[in-house]
């Protein structure tokens, strides 16, 4: 097998966990000498383009008389086969089953009728199982597309469960977990931007999310609210999304809206973590939690919910504490417990750190690598 490979990446560009793994593992094996090709509807949204191995692949999304609705999954379909062609791929990594692994093992058929054969990696993160996996109407869809692919992987154990759980899937699955850049959290506290958004004497608190409903971002104002009537805390709330609006009404009810501030999206999220001093996640399902992640590698706790996988990333006792969905007495409890106590702060900061290392790139850049090596090597056999 080849040294330096030709890979696609598909995946969704929008502000989201799986996109960002995506975009920030294209990026690092661009690094190691790969040549990157990424197809989607839209430029992901973390991707630079300045680099000499990385490409971008746009699908359109035009509209056609014949279709009442944008047949997306056959433009994806066509478009992996016109760069399978014509940039000779080596290996196609997907992310999300449908309708990306379904895109890919039908692209897959037809550039077989061209006799090239081009081995598909599929990444599940969460809600192509959680939410469309328990559809009945795309189960049989997703069942095909997990089993047709020549490797699968899932970012937490807990979302490898609960894919055997309710599909009937006869390919081995291996868990990688999500990754992370080191390298990009460890910023010194910005004073002037911690004065600028807090006073002196005041924690911050953040929360970063798409704000849907399974954030339960209501949560997260009612867990501040409590906090509120103990300690003198700012509330930073990054992303934007349908709860938006309530969340901003809930905290005018409260009457700690000038507690609380609303960032909209950003695109660089480093130096807001660097002076926080608490993450918020008390999302109905996670599975992985890759902004917790990114809060850990900045040094700061985390309280969450128990759900999914967030367990294998925030340490109950140790980088933060855990509780049951809706648990708002207790995450504020928890919270209020870590604010008074500056020492255990500190030492949960500093776990939260360590933790977040055995997540670093380095360490699991590897082991995708090792299964591209492999499934090279059993075509080139062929």
Do not use: W
Request: hydrophobic residues 40%; neutral net charge; proline residues 3%.
């Amino acid at each position: 097998m080849k040294d330096r490979l030709k890979i696609g990446i598909v995946c969704y560009p929008t502000y989201g966990g799986s996109g960002v793994i995506a975009t920030e593992l294209g990026i690092a094996l661009s690094e190691k000498g790969h040549e990157i090709h990424f197809i989607s509807y839209d430029q992901p949204f973390r991707l630079d383009l300045f680099s000499e191995k990385i490409y971008y692949h746009e699908v359109s999304v035009s509209e056609y008389p014949l279709f009442e609705y944008t047949p997306y999954e056959l433009n994806l379909t066509s478009k992996l086969v016109d760069v399978a062609l014509y940039e000779g791929l080596d290996i196609l990594h997907v992310h999300y089953a449908i309708p990306h692994a379904s895109s890919a093992v039908n692209a897959k058929q037809i550039l077989a009728t061209h006799n090239i054969h081009l081995p598909i990696v599929t990444t599940l993160h969460g809600t192509d199982i959680t939410l469309l996996g328990k559809d009945k109407s795309f189960k049989p869809v997703i069942e095909y597309a997990i089993n047709m692919s020549d490797a699968v992987t899932v970012v937490s154990e807990n979302l490898k469960q609960v894919t055997l759980e309710y599909l009937r899937i006869k390919k081995e699955i291996v868990t990688i977990p999500n990754f992370i850049d080191m390298s990009l959290y460890q910023k010194k506290s910005d004073k002037n931007l911690r004065k600028n958004l807090a006073g002196e004497k005041e924690f911050i608190i953040t929360h970063i999310s798409n704000f849907r409903k399974v954030k339960r971002v209501k949560d997260v104002i009612k867990i501040f609210n409590k906090v509120c009537q103990n300690k003198s805390v700012k509330l930073l709330m990054i992303g934007d999304g349908p709860e938006r609006i309530k969340a901003e009404q809930l905290s005018r009810v409260y009457g700690i809206e000038e507690q609380v501030r609303f960032l909209g999206k950003l695109r660089v999220i480093e130096n807001i973590l660097a002076i926080s001093d608490i993450f918020f996640l008390p999302s109905e399902t996670e599975s992985f939690g890759l902004v917790a992640l990114e809060a850990m590698a900045s040094s700061t706790a985390v309280i969450s919910t128990n759900s999914g996988g967030l367990p294998e990333v925030n340490i109950n006792g140790k980088t933060g504490f855990l509780s049951d969905v809706g648990n708002i007495d207790k995450m504020a409890n928890d919270t209020i417990r870590l604010l008074s106590d500056i020492n255990m702060l500190k030492k949960f900061k500093l776990n939260a750190l360590e933790h977040a290392n055995s997540f670093a790139l380095d360490n699991i850049l590897p082991k995708y690598q090792e299964i591209y090596k492999g499934l090279c090597h059993k075509i080139k056999e062929k």
